[in-house]
């Protein structure tokens, strides 16, 4: 089963790039570079959805101490943090010949760092606790902090950007309306959702190999 | 009631080794001093631009202390297996959560009290009228970071790169404290009246009340071994 | 003294990583016995005697306390044992006194003041009671740590090395002290990895080798030259230098 979602994500994938880079118009302001945000969109959405993963998988691990949970939690949060770089990573790459700057700390940038920040040392925790069920059990805490976190985080955030200061810098988007970009940005968006589906399974089945080889 | 006379009893464990070994009063003293001699070296010149970061500042200065305080919190229990003690407690752990909350808690007020004094002696501000709705934001903001920095604690204790690993964790989860707090303690200098920074308070209130549930919730848990 | 065993571990694995280090021990201690574990060191006692502490979960097999599983109901265990290991759990800005009234809170114990210096005037510590523990000898501090887990009174100790540093006469107070405890139907387990002294209060003597109980025996029935043989048969083992006695 896991093998065709494998399938799926690989073929949607390439339809996304190709309603991406072939099909979508080409913008008017910001030119062919534009495009790279129907990679980078789906990218940092993918990587909320593994946070929420994380999180619930977690609290999932930390009431029923069901070790599968704890697994689907490490490999939400490995997957999930490749995406965030890769997502800031395309961010960046898309604003500097947009806006000037390869980085700026506007609301929704500053909130995204936290978040891969958070992740980051997620993934730490757990690489330095020697003891198995020590690391899924704190991680299973550190995950739940961190959701419950987030909410204030994006408005503290908001709020230090926006309140009392007009907003600086246009924000990526601009995706009211017009189909012929919706379109291949949903395909993407299900695309990137099922690469990640597929990667957290891989590795969920590995990490279940790997306990399973020593007990 | 067990659970108080327990939690209590942390509290003053941790009070009465502080008061005698003056271990990590000693080290926060001598770093606020630091801080300060560092800022006046940086800052201290342009009185504008100083009045302009005062706040960051100032809560940079009380962080940096946080951490080191809350970093140190379990480091006795690490000495003559201690920690085992704690864990092998029966009943409900988080009484020993709340005792050394409130250690903490206590530590860090006197330092950043110790510090707000010095600042205002040596950077020339005049707290006055500022003061009562500082003292609201400093002890909300202090709560903030003591409740989530003494459950990270516990979880970085016994850990490899214990000093790396619980700044990595505290200080992102702390953003929106830092943010109400810096933002909060700015307005108020200026002048502005506690009212005028009202969401910035809810906001702390709602932060130190999700912290302190959830760490209330999870130590247990992390206290099982 | 009952005939049902207190501890029973029952074919208990536990690996760390990829390294097994118990693979399959069995062990049962009754109230009122006292069982010595023997073994080289890192051959995994202190690890079984936190197992049976509720310290760390074993990976396969079961070990229970009066019945209560360890890795199950921790909490149902963590009363009914004491504990003394190598640390003693103690502060060392506190004062005797203070660190006992500490544990006997954080145990909830109701301890008075009148029984914390019965309990340390029991450990010959009722001169020192009010000093740091700071300026204490090794031995005072393991006297102090008996007097905590007395003033508990267990159902089971587990002892780790509990005459490791002592002089000949505090050992030969601890023996004491521990035949008392032995007395009052408590069930003992100390681990050690020298063959001396401390195997004077032992009824049975259990060698952990290979990550197995290699051999379960009556006290009188084993020599050191048979535990030498024991441990020179596991690989591993040999290159630790034995012999020391008490």
């Known amino acids: ?215 | 009631m067990s659970y108080a006379r327990r939690a209590l009893a942390v509290a003053w464990k941790d009070i009465a080794v502080e008061r005698r070994s003056k271990e990590t009063l000693n080290a926060l003293v001598f770093f606020s001093l630091l801080l300060l001699f560092v800022f006046q070296f940086t800052l201290g010149g342009d009185r504008e631009r100083l009045a302009a970061v005062l706040p960051g500042v100032l809560w940079l200065g009380f962080v940096l202390s946080a951490l080191l305080a809350l970093g140190r919190t379990f480091l006795v229990e690490r000495e003559h297996d201690c920690w085992e003690g704690l864990l092998l407690a029966p009943g409900d752990k988080s009484a020993i959560y709340l005792g050394k909350l409130a250690g903490n808690l206590a530590l860090m007020l006197v330092v950043e009290a110790l510090v707000l004094g010095l600042f205002a002696v040596f950077f020339d501000i005049d707290l006055g009228r500022a003061l009562p709705g500082l003292v609201v934001v400093v002890l909300l903001g202090t709560l903030g970071l003591a409740a989530v920095g003494t459950l990270f604690a516990a979880m970085t204790a016994n850990v490899r790169a214990r000093e790396l690993l619980f700044p990595v964790l505290l200080l992102p989860v702390q953003v929106p404290v830092l943010l109400a707090t810096v933002k909060a303690t700015e307005a108020l200098l200026l002048g502005e009246p506690l009212a005028a920074v009202g969401h910035w308070v809810k906001l702390l209130v709602a932060a130190d009340v999700v912290y302190l549930a959830v760490s209330l919730l999870t130590f247990d848990v992390v206290l099982e071994g | 003294m009952s005939l049902e065993p207190v501890v029973r571990v029952t074919d208990v694995r536990k690996v760390f990583g990829l390294v097994p280090v118990l693979d399959g021990v069995s062990l049962e201690v009754r109230g009122g016995e006292a069982v010595a574990l023997l073994g080289a060191n890192g051959a995994g006692k202190t690890t079984l005697l936190k197992i049976l502490a509720t310290l760390l979960r074993p990976t396969r097999g079961t070990a229970s306390i009066a019945g209560h599983d360890v890795a199950r109901a921790p909490e149902a265990v963590r009363p009914l044992i004491g504990v003394v290991a190598h640390g003693a759990w103690v502060y060392d800005d506190l004062t005797a006194r203070e660190n006992l009234r500490f544990w006997a809170t954080l145990g909830g114990l109701e301890a008075g003041a009148d029984d914390l210096s019965a309990a340390l005037a029991g450990v010959g510590l009722e001169r020192a009671a009010d000093a740091r523990v700071r300026t204490f000898s090794a031995g005072m501090k393991r006297r102090l740590s008996l007097a905590r887990v007395m003033l508990a009174r267990p159902r089971v100790l587990l002892l780790d090395e509990p005459f490791a540093g002592l002089d000949q006469r505090a050992k030969k107070w601890l023996e004491g002290r521990l035949e008392a405890l032995k007395s009052t139907g408590a069930a003992l387990l100390l681990v050690t990895h020298s063959f001396g002294r401390e195997l004077g209060v032992a009824d049975r003597l259990a060698v952990l080798a290979g990550g197995r109980i290699a051999l379960d025996t009556a006290r009188g029935a084993l020599g050191p030259d048979d535990v030498q043989r024991l441990y020179a048969a596991h690989a591993e083992d040999a290159a630790y230098p034995q012999g020391e006695h008490g």
């Not at chain 1, 009392?164 to 810098?169: A, D, E, G, K, T």
Request: charged share 15%; aromatic share 12%.
């Open chain 1, 1 to 215: 089963m896991v093998k065709a979602l494998g399938w799926l994500a690989a073929a949607s994938v390439a339809a996304g790039m190709v309603m991406a880079f072939g099909v979508a118009p080409r913008e008017v302001t910001q030119g062919n570079v534009q495009r790279i945000m129907y990679v980078h969109v789906p990218l940092i959405l993918a990587s909320y959805l593994a946070f929420v993963v994380l999180a619930l998988a977690s609290l999932v691990y930390l009431v029923r101490r069901d070790e599968a949970a704890d697994r689907v939690a490490h490999a939400s949060g490995e997957v999930g943090v490749i995406f965030v770089g890769l997502g800031i990573a395309t961010g960046s790459i898309w604003g500097k010949p947009t806006w000037g700057t390869w980085w700026t700390w506007d609301a929704r940038l500053t909130s995204v760092a936290i978040l891969f920040v958070m992740y980051l040392g997620y993934l730490l925790l757990r690489g330095t606790i020697e003891d198995h069920e020590r690391a899924a059990r704190y991680c299973a805490v550190l995950g739940i902090v961190a959701a419950l976190d987030i909410p204030l985080v994006h408005l503290s955030v908001y709020w230090w950007r926006t309140l009392h200061q007009p907003p600086s810098l246009m924000k990526p988007g601009g995706f009211t309306g017009s189909a012929s970009i919706l379109w291949p940005l949903l395909v993407n968006l299900i695309a990137f959702v099922l690469l990640y589906a597929y990667f957290v399974a891989r590795r969920v089945r590995l990490l279940r190999a790997e306990a399973e080889a020593v007990a």
